[in-house]
């Protein structure tokens, strides 16, 4: 194996899945990985395991560097399975070693795995000495789960963030300045969108007490994806962009359609944003997947959601749309609403008083066409999008 140096003695031995396309029902184009790493120093560390799938990968790569009875400790920063599920096998083959996590990490643990581990608590500011190098601990609760901290390693400027600034993406390569940028940053602004995004305003202080914290921070180590080593900061101006709800005035529309109607109107829409300059964007639900939908939302500053109506209701990929966006309940968002119906509406209306109950900020007024929309429909919907483009300018 060719050793991959984050720093000398810092080591990944992480794996890489090229096969995973679903994960927490958003859609992984890319593959992930599962990144893990070693600490040689006179106390050796392992921070983070892998999926248990891996784990026997994760402890043959282990073993061409150290005998894995010299690991004196396993850091866990996050019990989330991808992350922790090798955790059993790897204790037995370090049984030696004492786990570090925080206490509702080390509850985790134990909910999860049984209590037959020794285990030891730490909290923000906590330091562990391995020899010349030290680890420092920052509590990092509902990023995405409560257990969740960071590892800092102090002489090194090393922050291994377990699911903060991490991206689904495999890749042979594994440092920020080895892969095309454009590709990262899209891939770090869909994991952001869909895993990250309702956590915002925990996002946003976490970043102001790191930088209070006087923490320097060279390397960005998170548990999935690419490395940041070349210019870190880079993914925290935009992590500080998205959690704040900096966004572009654009529009995306997000539809579907059954017979054609809603697909007429929605380009009647967009028509209508397009004439007052604003940039917009049209999925529909049959062409593309919530994922990137979320991933569209995330800088826009309106959102206009159309649905055919069916059995009184919504279309079900609209109810399925809509249930996974309150989920992830992106802020700073004007909404607009629109659909078709045949005798009986009913589409519309549902998807309002979803929105209502999600707090969202939803447009004053709404367009329905009963059945195929005629010219004066359609110059309704136009002037509908001209109305939501209006008021984002405004």
Known sequence: MVKISLAKGINWVGVVDWNIRNFHSYVTKRGSTYNAYLIEDEKTALVDTVKHEFSNELISKITQIVAPLKIDYIIVNHVEMDHSSSLPV??????????????????????????????????????????????????????????????????????????????????????????EAHVLMEEAKIYYANILMPLA????????????MGIPI??????????????????????????????????????????????????????GIASQGIDVKLLK?????????????????????????????????????????????????????????????????GMIEMAQKAGFEVHEQSVEVKYVPEQKDLKKCFEFGRQIAMKIKA
């Open 90 to 179: 790897m204790a037995k083959c370090a049984k030696n070693a004492t786990i570090i996590a925080s206490q509702r990490g080390k509850d985790a643990i134990i909910e999860h795995y049984g209590s037959d581990f020794s285990i030891e608590t730490v909290k923000t500011g906590d330091q562990l000495k391995l020899g010349k190098r030290t680890l420092q601990f920052v509590e990092a609760p509902m990023l995405h789960w409560p257990d969740s901290m960071f590892t800092y390693v102090v002489e090194d400027r090393i922050l291994m963030s377990n699911d903060a600034f991490g991206q689904h993406f495999a890749s042979s390569k594994r440092f920020d300045d080895e892969v």
């Open 285 to 349: 639900l049959q062409a593309t997947n919530r994922t990137e939908a979320m991933t569209e939302i995330l800088d826009a500053k309106a959102v206009v959601v159309g649905s055919p109506t069916l059995n009184n209701g919504m279309f079900p990929t609209l109810g399925s749309f809509l249930t996974y966006a309150t989920g992830l309940k992106p802020k700073g968002k004007l909404w607009g609403f629109f659909g078709s119906y045949g005798w009986g509406g009913g589409a519309v209306r």
């Open 218 to 271: 060279e390397v960005i180590a998170p548990s999935h994806g690419i490395i940041w080593r070349s210019d870190p900061s880079k993914i925290i101006k935009a992590y500080s962009d998205w959690s704040s709800g900096v966004s572009k005035k654009r529009v995306v529309i997000v539809f579907d359609t059954m017979w054609g109607s809603t697909d007429k109107m929605a380009r009647a829409i967009e028509e």
């Open 201 to 212: 305003s925990l996002i946003a202080r976490k970043l102001e007490e790191v930088t209070k």
